[in-house]
């Protein structure tokens, strides 16, 4: 049998939704997600959680890594009925309320505009964002959480730091791929290439043995290492 549910540590798994891995911290009867996958993915995740003996309802807080539909898309179906808070950096949080547009993450000058009219409709429905978090604040959560904040793929990208579980969580700042080596964010869907390279750098003064990724396996073979190379390859 397919499992939607991919084990990280005891406490931290990844679901498969459409369009992106969903990251649940499961410590004790509440839930924590970072993100919602694309519009339609809430039923993966239901399924996902039902695999670790978990439902929808204990779900107490969604934290969006930003604002790209295949993060974000998912959140307003993934929330309806339940109590839980939804966390993102400021700079994200007016578009997922739907207070400004999202604008076109798509930097292909000819075929962007068109992909985007498409893309824009998974976007989903408005949702208010209780929590406007910044660099280095730690979230509500029964384990330690803190937020690192990764500008660059977006203004208001953001990752999260599980001290106690040594794993580092990055959504779109990181890529990991051809031939299991780490790779800056993907440059067609990123807004400020230099700006993106700079912010990983403060990944290094933080402990991690484990990245988790939205769209690649977790990387576990010294990936301290791996960033100093990429950064050495990149800024250098």
Known sequence: MFRKTIRITESVYQIRAI???????????????????LLGS???????LAELGRSPSQIQQVVITHAHPDHSGGLAELVAGTDAAVAAHGQEADIIEGIVPAPNPLRWKVVG???????????GNPVPVVHRVEDGEPLTCQTDVRVVHLPGHTPGSIGLHLPQE?????????????????????????????EALRSLVKLLDIDFDTI????????????????????KRHMN
């Open 19 to 37: 369009g992106a891995r969903v990251t649940v911290l499961a410590q004790g009867a509440e839930l924590m997600l970072v993100d919602a996958g």
């Open 42 to 48: 809430s039923h993966a995740i239901a399924q996902g």
């Open 113 to 123: 505009p068109v992909s985007w009219s498409v893309l824009s409709r998974l976007m």
């Open 166 to 194: 040594r794993v580092v969580i990055v959504g779109d700042a990181l890529q990991y791929k051809l031939g299991r080596k780490l790779y800056p964010p993907a440059p067609g869907v990123t807004q400020h290439a230099d």
């Open 212 to 231: 988790c990724f939205s769209h690649f396996p977790a990387m576990r073979n010294q990936p301290r290492k791996a960033l100093e190379k990429l950064l």
